[in-house]
């Protein structure tokens, strides 16, 4: 089938190349307000060819949607107004917001949310991978709100490119990704910030960093443009999620501060716990 | 030469197998408090043989002593009263402390304290690695005190590991390493406990979890009784650096409270700019 990617990033990029690669699709066109991207998408092969969001739907069995959620929320009604019988696809890291605007839209049945947990801390055409998504975990929203057609070339599109497909509630969603997911980037972000901080009275401080900091300041190199309004459309479940984590600090502070050894062990115990998640 | 290591875990561990496998040991002699350990280093070959304390120091030509800094300051000036010709060094990852702990000594210039920058999450005698050294950045404090025949040993066997040797003042270390190692376990540690509180609501929470979450909470699987000791030891750069961290988190979830994209914008390109440290 005819697939159209709108939004050449990371996520984009990486869709057009693994689907391409795989077969299903027979040919890639990629839409992208930045000129840059596009022209970057053409050389890199990520996509056959660039056209106008209208010609591309107009050329398109399926047309994917990874751009910033707020851009999401701006463009998904009007492409769902533009749609014949095409299957619109969106893979943002919020879902509430972003099914909320169409919830009422007459074509509503042809769109797929998702959000697949997949990234990188790289941006742009040039961040593209095509094994990004093998292997991991794929959210669909809303799946009754699908018609069955639209449901079946989505779970075809998440086996093609060997995904784990789970089913959620959009308030359910962005409550758990907000700790999950968004936590953890403010977590690195600022970790980043506080250590570029004392870095301008200290020079050479970076010559002593090993791969423990490197795993923590990692998702500190994430997009900006991406992730403020992700933080901006799931504020309150990332603000809870943040007074948690600003709680525990504070808690940890306080045991740092008394050299309450007990109270340092006992709390770091029972976060050793995380291992039973992680290595499971 | 023979070389006795004295605490057989991941650093201990992975010193004896790498140094046995360069050739540089002729005999590793394994000291351990913990009979489990002991007996697990023999069955996985890190060591030769195990011997008590005093009998391995006098049929050694170097120690090595890696267990947490709390005993290393309670063990280091029995060591070095016990020796007689042999090389001792550290691998704590505080060094104010220990080397006030044998300051005065007579044989201090005999003595070698060290940090190299290398470590997983994981503990005890199977989670050594011969690689783990290799390519990684070695610190050594207080060199003018080591004797020239203590430091020339010193940089042979760093050489032997493949590391790359740096110097520096114990405080300055101390200061520093609370910024881009101690701090970063203290979040990760926070990091976990605040997703495990929630997960005890949100059953299946984990199912979400991609590998930006793995990479921001895998040091807290790391070992509570090698870290209590290293904050307690190093409080008052960690407390400090925890403030920052902590005032930071606060401005943020200001902005997000305020919805200030262009704040939050703000925060995050300065955090970015860890990019220029990480990526070179």
Known sequence: MNITVVGLGLIGGSLALSLKESGFAKKIIGVDNKENHTSEALELNLVDECQDLETAIANSDLILIAIPVNAIVEILPKIMSLIDLQIVMDFGSTKE???????????????????????????????????????????????????????????KLFQELSMNVIYMDPVEHDKHIAYVSHLSHISSFMLGMTVLDIEKDEKNIFNMAGSGF????????????????????????????????????????????????????????EANDIRRVLKK
């Not at 169409?102 to 997949?118: D, G, L, T, W």
């Not at 742009?124 to 975990?137: C, D, E, F, Q, T």
């Open 97 to 155: 917001a972003i099914c909320e605007t169409i919830s009422n839209h007459p074509k509503r049945e042809q769109f797929v949310a998702a959000h697949p947990m997949a990234g990188t801390e790289n941006t742009g055409p040039s961040a593209a991978l095509s094994g990004l998504y093998s292997g991991k975990v794929n959210i669909i929203c809303e799946k009754d709100k699908s018609s069955e057609r639209a449901l079946k070339t989505a779970l």
């Open 214 to 269: 490197q795993s923590t300041v990692r998702l500190a190199m994430s997009s900006p443009e991406m992730w403020a309004p992700i933080f901006n459309q799931n504020s309150k479940n990332v603000k809870s999620a943040l007074t948690e984590y600003i709680r525990y600090l504070q808690i940890f502070k306080e045991a740092l501060e008394e050299h309450n050894s007990e109270k340092m062990l006992e709390l770091m115990k």
